[in-house]
T-cell receptor, first 112, second 115 residues
Framework: NAGVTQTPKFQVLKTGQSMTLQCAQD?????MYWYRQDPGMGLRLIYY???????DKGEVPNGYNVSRLNKREFSLRLESAAPSQTSVYFC???????????FGQGTRLTVV | GQQVMQIPQYQHVQEGEDFTTYCNSS?????IQWYKQRPGGHPVFLIQ?????EVKKQKRLTFQFGEAKKNSSLHITATQTTDVGTYFC???????????????FGKGTHLIIQP
């Protein structure tokens, strides 16, 4: 099994550009999550989807949008990238907050 | 999200020394999970603690959940270079609803091992 797959692995954007980070899981999990990781800040939850058809804001949702396309896929969109969004982004999936989460390999995004 | 304090932020140890990281919450928790992230890698689940006073062991790693379910610790005995990384706790409040919440994390403890 591939587990959780994120694309792309690396991306450089110019300020104001838009892009979508893709995430897919093949474990039939109900819940999916997007995090950003910055030095000294740990993992901060951006958005999550507890089940297909639902999405909720996390700790740092401003500047992002998400789409739970189906049970497998959960995408994160930056409509107008800013340098403050330079970070490593992780997608994760699980069967809910009372079970373990499985993480993707991460996307390293730089906004210049 | 659930507010927790994870300490210390950084810990330097000599190889062979013990290491402990703590996760402290101001509110009672339903459960707590621990994850490890190697440098350049992604977080990997280690364990989940659910019961008050629970102690679980994985080889040289010992995990504890406090009696009041407000704090937890991860202790590594005789550290090895393979233990290098960042250790995160992920607490779930007992007031959360049905497990359909976002998983939040402490800021992590960076373990640096000097050979």
């Amino acid at each position: 099994n591939a587990g959780v797959t994120q694309t792309p692995k690396f991306q450089v954007l110019k300020t104001g550009q838009s892009m979508t980070l893709q995430c897919a899981q093949d474990m039939n999990h109900n819940s999916m999550y997007w995090y950003r990781q910055d030095p000294g800040m740990g993992l901060r939850l951006i958005y999550y989807s507890a089940s297909e058809g639902t999405t909720d804001k996390g700790e740092v949702p401003n500047g992002y949008n998400v789409s739970r396309l189906n049970k497998r896929e959960f995408s994160l969109r930056l409509e107008s990238a800013a340098p403050s969004q330079t970070s490593v982004y992780f997608c994760a999936s699980g069967q809910g907050s009372r079970t373990e989460a499985f993480f993707g390999q991460g996307t390293r995004l730089t906004v210049v | 999200g659930q507010q927790v304090m994870q300490i210390p932020q950084y810990q330097h140890v000599q190889e062979g020394e013990d290491f402990t990281t703590y996760c402290n919450s101001s509110t009672t928790l339903s459960n707590i999970q621990w994850y490890k992230q190697r440098p350049g890698g992604h977080p990997v689940f280690l364990i989940q603690l659910v019961k008050s006073g629970e102690v679980k062991k994985q080889k040289r790693l010992t995990f504890q959940f406090g009696e009041a379910k407000k704090n937890s610790s991860l202790h590594i005995t005789a550290t090895q270079t393979t233990d290098v990384g960042t250790y995160f706790c992920s607490p779930l409040s007992m007031y959360s609803g049905g497990g359909a919440d976002g998983l939040t994390f402490g800021k992590g403890t960076h373990l640096i091992i000097q050979p």
